[in-house]
């Protein structure tokens, strides 16, 4: 028997002041800001309608609350999944490009450059994050076949989805967006991942030309 689609609305968490000061987060355990808070309500607003059959977030909280925003009010529980974490950064997190730069300057090229078989000390390569998060979603939704999902996770998980969906190399630089709180739909079906539509911050960009000055 053919397996059925797994239709997956993959959502960034909100905004954190990291975000926001362009610090590497990984897995360092950073809360939403104000901001952030006012996405994930939005973002409530947006999905209210949608079909959901089952709502998963990273265990980080940045991710966990804002899933939290929007499945609570339907009382959905939030299935909390360590493997959709952000890449792990070492040495990194915590700190800015420039400052990565200015004390590893050969790593922060390596980075850059998106080497594929570089990981900072105490972090994960880029192969390795990428087959983690393929590997997640996929199991997440193989127990979800024939049914509508959420995952709630990182920019770097979802841009791991994106060019698992588009079949882009993890060396090609990026040209397509992850916003914090965007909603981003795919399928998962024997085939892998196909890509439906991505980075729809519709919710966000409304609410602030209606509401005027109302996001913090």
Do not use: K
């Not at 975000?19 to 939403?32: C, E, F, K, P």
């Not at 991710?63 to 070492?90: H, K, N, S, W």
């Not at 590893?104 to 998106?114: G, I």
């Not at 509508?148 to 990026?174: F, K, M, N, Q």
């Amino acid at each position: 028997m053919s397996e059925q689609a797994t239709r997956l609305i993959a959502i960034r968490h909100g905004e954190t002041d990291w975000n926001v000061g362009s610090r590497i987060q990984g897995h360092t355990d950073i809360a939403l800001n104000a901001n952030g808070r006012w996405q994930a309500e939005r973002l409530a607003v947006a999905l209210a309608e949608e079909p959901l059959d089952a709502v998963y977030a990273s265990d980080l909280g940045r991710a966990y609350d804002t899933a939290l925003a929007f499945a609570r009010p339907r009382g959905i529980p939030v299935l909390r999944d360590a493997a959709l974490r952000e890449r792990q950064f070492g040495c990194f997190e915590g700190l800015s490009f420039d400052e990565i730069e200015q004390r590893w300057p050969d790593q922060a090229l390596r980075w850059r450059r998106r080497d594929a078989d570089f990981g900072p000390e105490g972090g994960e390569t880029l192969s390795a994050f990428y087959q983690r998060i393929v590997e997640a979603v996929r199991r997440i939704a193989l127990r979800h076949a024939g049914q509508s999902i959420a995952i709630v996770s990182h920019g770097g998980a979802l841009d791991c989805l994106y060019r698992a969906a588009t079949r882009i190399a993890l060396d090609a630089p990026r040209t397509w967006q992850v916003g914090n709180a965007s909603v981003n739909r795919l399928l998962h079906s024997e085939g892998g991942l196909t890509l439906i539509g991505w980075s729809d911050t519709g919710h966000l960009e409304l609410a602030g030309r209606d509401a005027g000055a109302a996001a913090p």
